[in-house]
């Protein structure tokens, strides 16, 4: 799907060029509106910072791991191995979070100690952060490279397939806790677990005790805004792909 790959574009460019004024977060969409000026603004310096740089702000151990998919995207698990609460160091039953379009596994530590990977981890549970094909964390391949249109030739199917499982197996070999995991997904993520538990229904029977949706996304017939706007710029990024590769 070209589409997503211009969306991830975008994306990029914002978080590279948009973040480095004194305010980067405001409470309401329009508050960005005059972000430089505006008093309702603050200064975020999670905002573009990595999981590990966060994770350390708030005193929670982060490991880094790749998972490597059977068509060979790298791909970066991000686990929360500890807890700042004593009482929670004894882990229980893994958590994998994984993020919509255009975000990463950074998204779920933004709200400081009030994050959802943060409340996860201080609650017990062992989180794990995932990354899909294609963003700033899992960004290669064991052959193609990342400026390829092959390497972009892909979309929620071939993540649905291949990174979820790839990435839910290595949590369950990596665990022990096969068949216990419980799914995570927002937006995107939530798209992409839809079609993995309809398409590999075995597999996710066999190891994921239950699928928690945010914002579920099932169809993309009647969507609306800036993704509608975009779409029609995909034809021109195939060129440019097929041209520069």
Request: charged share 20%; hydrophobic share 40%; aromatic share 14%.
């Amino acid at each position: 799907m070209l589409w997503y790959s211009v969306l991830m574009w975008v994306f990029g460019v914002v978080r590279v060029f948009g973040f480095h004024h004194q305010n980067n977060v405001c409470p309401t969409l329009e508050d960005y509106k005059t972000i430089f000026h505006n008093s309702n603004c603050r200064y975020n310096p999670d905002v573009g910072s990595s999981p590990k740089f966060i994770a350390k702000r708030y005193g929670y151990p982060l490991q880094s791991h790749e998972v490597v998919t059977e068509d060979g995207y790298i791909l970066t698990l991000h686990r929360i191995s500890g807890s700042r609460n004593p009482e929670n160091s004894k882990k229980k039953q893994p958590v994998l979070v994984f993020h919509g379009l255009g975000g990463s596994s950074a998204f779920w530590m933004l709200q400081g100690k009030k994050s959802l990977a943060f409340f996860l981890g201080d609650s017990g549970y062992d989180v794990w952060l995932g990354n899909w094909r294609g963003n700033y964390y899992s960004n290669r391949h064991v052959t193609l490279a990342e400026d390829s249109a092959k390497y972009w030739n892909f979309g929620f199917h071939e993540m649905a397939i291949y990174d979820l499982p790839a990435c839910i197996d290595f949590v369950a070999n990596r665990t022990g806790e096969k068949g216990n995991l419980i799914y995570v997904g927002h937006s995107m993520g939530t798209t992409i677990s839809y079609i993995y538990s309809t398409v590999k229904r075995k597999h996710a029977e066999d190891n994921v005790k239950a699928i928690i949706s945010l914002a579920p996304v099932a169809y993309m017939k009647n969507v609306m805004g800036a993704f509608r706007l975009l779409a029609p710029l995909a034809p021109l990024v195939a060129v440019r792909f097929r041209n520069y590769s």
